[in-house]
């Protein structure tokens, strides 16, 4: 399974950026996919997630400005990241949680992640 996370960069507060998380060897449409995030100094924490039905859930601070999709014909899964503050300096990870192609084992799987740099 490789999960290549892609979008990361340097962005002035208050600016927009879209990640991209295209997956091989697993398929998103069929399994739990989300995206994380790790600030330097803390904890990884959740962005947001997507269930196998197109449910979402995100971080309550988060709702209002980020949202996840999914491409179910790309397998590709998407974060829009709106009116991006400092605090959302973080390294973003792509995550699948679910069955790898031709495996019977659940697993949890990630991307390499990606820079995210928010400037004031």
């Known amino acids: 399974v490789q999960l290549q996370a892609s979008g990361g960069g340097l962005v002035q507060a208050g600016g927009s950026l879209t990640l991209s998380c295209a997956a091989s060897?697993?398929?998103?449409?069929?399994?739990?996919s989300g995206w994380y995030r790790q600030a330097a100094g803390k904890q990884r924490e959740l962005v947001a997630f997507m269930t196998v039905d197109g449910s979402t859930k995100y971080a309550d601070s988060l709702k209002d400005r980020f949202t996840i999709s999914r491409d179910n014909v790309a397998n590709t899964v998407y974060l829009q990241m709106n009116s991006l503050k400092p605090e959302d300096t973080a390294v973003y990870y792509c995550?699948?949680?679910?069955?790898?192609?031709?495996?019977?084992?659940?697993?949890?799987?990630w991307g390499q992640g990606t820079l995210v740099t928010v400037s004031s």
């Open positions: 060897g697993i398929i998103f449409s069929i399994n739990h």
């Open positions: 995550n699948a949680e679910g069955y790898a192609e031709g495996s019977r084992s659940k697993n949890n799987y």
